[in-house]
């Protein structure tokens, strides 16, 4: 019996909402994010350093795009859903990439893994903006039986369209 439905093969390809970082990134989210990660490659400090390797400007870390999609303020934090299911584990996280939900028929939701393109680095001032999509579903037998692997595929673009970073995340779930 296959737990994938048509209605979710349906979902396959099909983009959902572009969503826009809530700020550019600025100079105090460039350092607090190049300290957290412990990045000491001048370009995303010193703008002498910048301008001497031709970007012009200070620059993020490769992945830093990715992390400029904080809540809104005055929006719930996620973690509030704790207090109605003491047992929830996370599913449903594709509706925050502005996906709908697969209606995963199963409890766990495991990280797969990514893979990463890179295109160029955002600079600063930059708007990033983001748009994802299923590009695969698949259903596997475990060792703790069925499990459907699915991966989304999102691309990172400035404001001037340009392409910044594409991710391909898989999650499993059993």
């Not at 983009?15 to 300290?35: H, Y």
């Not at 993020?60 to 207090?83: I, N, S, V, Y």
């Amino acid at each position: 019996m296959s737990h994938i439905t048509p209605a979710m093969q349906a979902l396959i390809g099909v983009p959902g909402e572009v969503q826009t970082a809530p700020t550019p990134l600025g100079p105090d989210t460039l350092r607090r994010f190049t300290q957290a990660v412990m990045e000491s490659d001048p370009v995303h400090w010193d703008p002498i350093e910048a301008e001497r390797r031709g970007f012009g400007v200070l620059v993020a870390t490769p992945l830093q795009p990715m992390h400029l999609f904080a809540r809104p303020a005055g929006t719930p934090d996620t973690f509030e859903r704790f207090q109605d299911k003491p047992d929830w584990d996370g599913m449903g996280g594709t509706v925050s990439k502005g996906l709908p939900s697969l209606n995963l028929p199963f409890k766990r939701l495991l990280n797969g893994g990514y893979a990463c393109e890179f295109f160029q680095l955002a600079k600063l001032g930059d708007v990033v903006s983001r748009q994802s999509r299923y590009v695969d579903l698949s259903e596997r037998e475990s060792s703790s039986g069925p499990m459907i692997v699915f991966k989304t595929e999102t691309l990172y673009t400035n404001q001037h369209g340009e392409k910044l970073l594409r991710i391909v995340h898989t999650e499993l779930a059993r």
